[in-house]
Structure formats: structure tokens, C-alpha cells
Antibody, heavy 119, light 108 residues
Framework: QVQLVESGGDAVQPGRSLRLSCAAS????????MHWVRQAPGKGLEWVAG????????YFADSVKGRFFISRDNSKNTLYLHMNSLTVEDTAVYYC????????????WGQGTLVTVSS | EIVLTQSPGTLSLSPVERATVSCRAS???????LAWYQQKAGQAPRLLIY???TRATGIPDRFSGSGSGTDFSLTISRPQPEDSAVYYC?????????FGQGTRLEIK
């Protein structure tokens, strides 16, 4: 059974940095694009970033471009989201999701990790 | 960026009625690259439909999707109480990937 488990969420002050991780199992991680999608409290879904199967191509939403970076370690079956210069608007549950392509739908999702940015 | 507008915002139905959720795009969605997700309270979203009309693995056939261009819809025939959830459309034909704002479905 495909499994995605996020970790690293925390409560931090504005301007600080945080790194999220997503551990994947039960599928060939290195052959799938991976994404981060977030959901602010009581709000809808927002795609944040995506990375190609080999890490060679990355894409970001304008709202995080230049502040967030996505990477993956295929030897560890792990996806990362490096978040810098956090603002209160970044407060959300962050989901990792598997995609059949770098621009595609998301067929499996993790359960999410909560990031709270507050002074 | 393509803006997706869902209607209605909330839908309250009995199990004998058919539920239809509309998703209208601000510009044509390339190759009908549109997906639908179901999200129950406290849970991650679940993929229902991709390519506008292809059901994902394990999705009951009471869920169906249709449409092309700028107008898409998700239909739930004979909705069950467990179908109470928020439903989102998503387009992946153009960058950036975008989602609709969601439709809350309540099955009485």
C-alpha cells in the first residue's frame, strides 16, 4: 500500500525557516514526480511546489517562489520542502502528494503536517 | 493562471437525489486535464476523477465526471451518507496547477 508520511511541522516565528520531510514507501519513489500542497485553516487547497522524478526540474507557486525550495533524496525515498522567510500566510497543513507527472493530478496523499507561523 | 470557480458552494441532498458539482475555468483547460478530489473532515484529499472523466482506482461507479474546455462537472448518483465531504476540482493542463475553492456536500 502506497504510504506518504510527512514530518517536520512546527510552530515558528515569522522570518524563521523550517524543513518538512515526506517519507515514501511501497512504490518506486524514484520514478514519480512529487509535490507539496497546502491548506490554510478552514480554507481550500493550494499547490505549493513540485519536483520531477530525478530532481532535475522544480516548480513553485508564485506565493512561495524564492523562499521555498523542494528537493528529494531518491536513495532515502524522501521528499523535502525547505521553507525560508516564513510569514503568517504560510500557516497551513502541508501535504505531500504523488503525481504521475511534474504537472499532473495527485493520486496519493500523505496525512499532512501542520506549520504554524505566529509571533 | 487558470481560475477555477465551483458551484454551488454548498449542496444539501437526500440519498435519492443526484448531486452535481460544477467547475468553470477562466480559460480552456488543455487536454481536459481536470481532476476531482473528495476531502472528508480531518482527512487528506482523495483522488476521484482525472482526465475529466476517468475514475481513479477503487472509486465507486456512482461517481462520474464530464466536460471539456471551460465547463466540467462531477456527478454523484445515489449519494450515500459517507459521501458527505468537500469536493475540489483541479486543473493540471497549465502552470501553475490550480484548485477550485471547494463545494461542501451534505447528504441528509
Amino acid at each position: 500500500q502506497v504510504q506518504l508520511v510527512e514530518s517536520g511541522g512546527d510552530a515558528v516565528q515569522p522570518g524563521r525557516s523550517l524543513r518538512l520531510s515526506c517519507a515514501a514507501s511501497a512504490f518506486s519513489f524514484s520514478t514519480f514526480a512529487m509535490h507539496w500542497v497546502r491548506q490554510a485553516p478552514g480554507k481550500g487547497l493550494e499547490w505549493v511546489a513540485g519536483v520531477s522524478y530525478n530532481g532535475g526540474n522544480t516548480y513553485f507557486a508564485d506565493s512561495v517562489k524564492g523562499r521555498f525550495f523542494i528537493s528529494r533524496d531518491n536513495s532515502k525515498n524522501t521528499l523535502y520542502l525547505h521553507m525560508n522567510s516564513l510569514t503568517v500566510e504560510d500557516t497551513a497543513v502541508y501535504y505531500c502528494a504523488r503525481g504521475p507527472g511534474i504537472s499532473g493530478y495527485f493520486d496519493y496523499w500523505g496525512q499532512g503536517t501542520l506549520v504554524t507561523v505566529s509571533s | 493562471e487558470i481560475v477555477l470557480t465551483q458551484s454551488p458552494g454548498t449542496l444539501s441532498l437526500s440519498p435519492v437525489e443526484r448531486a452535481t458539482v460544477s467547475c468553470r475555468a477562466s480559460q480552456s483547460v488543455s487536454r481536459s486535464y481536470l481532476a476531482w478530489y473528495q476531502q472528508k473532515a480531518g482527512q487528506a484529499p482523495r483522488l476521484l476523477i482525472y482526465g475529466a472523466s476517468t475514475r481513479a482506482t477503487g472509486i465507486p461507479d456512482r461517481f462520474s465526471g464530464s466536460g471539456s474546455g471551460t465547463d466540467f462537472s462531477l456527478t454523484i448518483s445515489r449519494p450515500q451518507p459517507e459521501d458527505s465531504a468537500v469536493y475540489y476540482c483541479q486543473q493540471y493542463g497549465s502552470s501553475p496547477i490550480t484548485f477550485g475553492q471547494g463545494t461542501r456536500l451534505e447528504i441528509k
